[in-house]
T-cell receptor
Framework: DAGVTQSPTHLIKTRGQHVTLRCSPI?????VSWYQQVLGQGPQFIFQ???????GRGNFPDRFSARQFPNYSSELNVNALLLGDSALYLC??????????FGPGTRLTVT | GESVGLHLPTLSVQEGDNSIINCAYS??????FIWYKQESGKGPQFIID?????DKRQGQRVTVLLNKTVKHLSLQIAATQPGDSAVYFC??????????FGTGTRLQVFP
């Protein structure tokens, strides 16, 4: 079975630009969560979606938004990029919250 | 706020020895705990999980121990191999909510 997939793998953006990251969960998983991982630290929770509804939001500014589609895939959008948004963005899927399986991540570099 | 922390940032072990990675958590209401392995440039890989109604769970070469009295979690890896070299994170969750990660422990295996 295919695992969690994310696109793109790498991305370079300029300050002030907008970015959209995409995630496809494991087949049969209805919950998708997004995490930001800064180099040398553990992942930080951004959003959790279940059955297309937002279930939780971490301590991130309103520049961060997300949505989940009917096929359970998800997008993370970040507006007005700052240098500090440079990080590895991870998507995790699960059937209903427990046992979250992560994708390979999208490495975002903001210059 | 609530957080998960690790005692040792780096653990060096000889190939074939057993490894023990420790983790302290602070939220007594957490009911679910996971260990992840993260290799350089990759997303976290699920290793083993445990729910708060258990104090021990075994997998293939790995054992997780949970001590709720002192809010302590440990991961034991038997017969450590070079392929076990990675950063290990523990994470906690409450009611299938977001995962809260610690900063990680780097495991180095030398011949």
């Amino acid at each position: 079975d295919a695992g969690v997939t994310q696109s793109p793998t790498h991305l370079i953006k300029t300050r002030g630009q907008h970015v959209t990251l995409r995630c496809s969960p494991i087949s049969g998983h209805k919950s998708v969560s997004w995490y930001q991982q800064v180099l040398g630290q553990g992942p930080q929770f951004i959003f959790q979606y279940y059955e297309k509804e937002e279930r939780g939001r971490g301590n991130f500014p309103d520049r961060f938004s997300a949505r989940q589609f009917p096929n359970y895939s998800s997008e993370l959008n970040v507006n007005a990029l700052l240098l500090g948004d440079s990080a590895l963005y991870l998507c995790a899927s699960s059937r209903a919250g427990y046992e979250q399986y992560f994708g390979p991540g999208t490495r975002l570099t903001v210059t | 706020g609530e957080s998960v922390g690790l005692h040792l940032p780096t653990l060096s072990v000889q190939e074939g020895d057993n490894s023990i990675i420790n983790c302290a958590y602070s939220n007594s209401a957490s009911d679910y705990f996971i260990w992840y392995k993260q290799e350089s440039g990759k997303g976290p890989q699920f290793i083993i999980d445990i729910r708060s109604n258990m104090d021990k769970r075994q997998g293939q070469r790995v054992t997780v121990l949970l001590n709720k009295t002192v809010k302590h979690l440990s991961l034991q890896i038997a017969a450590t191999q070079p392929g076990d070299s990675a950063v290990y994170f523990c994470a906690e969750s409450q009611n299938t909510d977001k995962l809260i990660f610690g900063t990680g422990t780097r495991l180095q295996v030398f011949p």
